[in-house]
């Protein structure tokens, strides 16, 4: 257990759909990052929090947005869902807004569209 | 932005032989250069890192070198087990930037 919590392990909804995944970060980590696995793209880097503010904005996708509560739980909202948004998702967190200390990694939900 | 290369794709060895899996960047501003091993159905973790005035860091099997002038990194795995089948992952960070640029992976398959 890495200490980050990301729920629920899998998900499986239609074309057009709209889900939240949650993540908490591991005790004491202010940060949190989500990332998208694609069989053939590797780690993308999507958004980043801290503290509750972003931080950090990679190739997120417009109908993708993500917010981090006072609690410092974050949650990631794919809204009108391709096909192609069919992924393992990931949340990362790290103690402090640069990362330079390294990320741990929750255990992905797995997003499939059908 | 940061662009991290990362070589080969595919890895296969024998039980007990070395393996070794290679990265390049291109920022030089990059100063933190992690490795993550990713099993089957787990999250990346974090195995080995190094900082850009480090050239070199062991951890019993697994090693990380890195060469600031070339901008590239290694990751070596001697007297590789089973358990070592994963996939790996490099990684970059650019000092005052927000977020690691990951390699796209290399798939280790250690043989018995």
């Known amino acids: 257990d890495s200490g980050v919590t990301q729920t629920p392990k899998h998900l499986i909804t239609a074309t057009g759909q709209r889900v939240t995944l949650r993540c908490s970060p591991r005790s004491g980590d202010l940060s949190v990052y989500w990332y998208q696995q694609s069989l053939d793209q590797g780690l993308q880097f999507l958004i980043q929090?801290?503290?509750?503010?972003?931080?950090a904005k990679g190739n997120i996708l417009e109908r993708f947005s993500a917010q981090q509560f006072p609690d410092l739980h974050s949650e990631l909202n794919l809204s009108s869902l391709e096909l192609g948004d069919s992924a393992l998702y990931f949340c990362?967190?790290?103690?402090?807004?640069?990362?330079?200390?390294?990320?741990?990694f929750g255990s992905g939900t797995r997003l499939t569209v059908v | 932005g940061e662009n991290v290369e990362q070589h080969p794709s595919t890895l296969s060895v024998q039980e007990g032989d070395s393996a070794v899996i290679k990265c390049t960047y291109s920022d030089s501003a990059s100063n933190y250069f992690p490795w993550y091993k990713q099993e089957l159905g787990k999250g990346p973790q974090l195995i080995i890192d190094?900082?850009?005035?480090?050239g070199e860091k062991k951890d019993q099997r697994i090693a990380v070198t890195l060469n600031k002038t070339a901008k590239h990194f290694s990751l070596h795995i001697t007297e590789t087990q089973p358990e070592d089948s994963a996939v790996y992952f490099c990684a970059a960070h650019r000092e005052y930037g927000n977020k690691l640029v990951f390699g796209a992976g290399t798939i280790l398959r250690v043989k018995s």
């Open positions: 990362a967190s790290s103690v402090e807004a640069r990362g330079t200390y390294g990320y741990t």
């Open positions: 929090y801290y503290n509750g503010e972003e931080r």
């Open positions: 190094i900082r850009s005035n480090v």
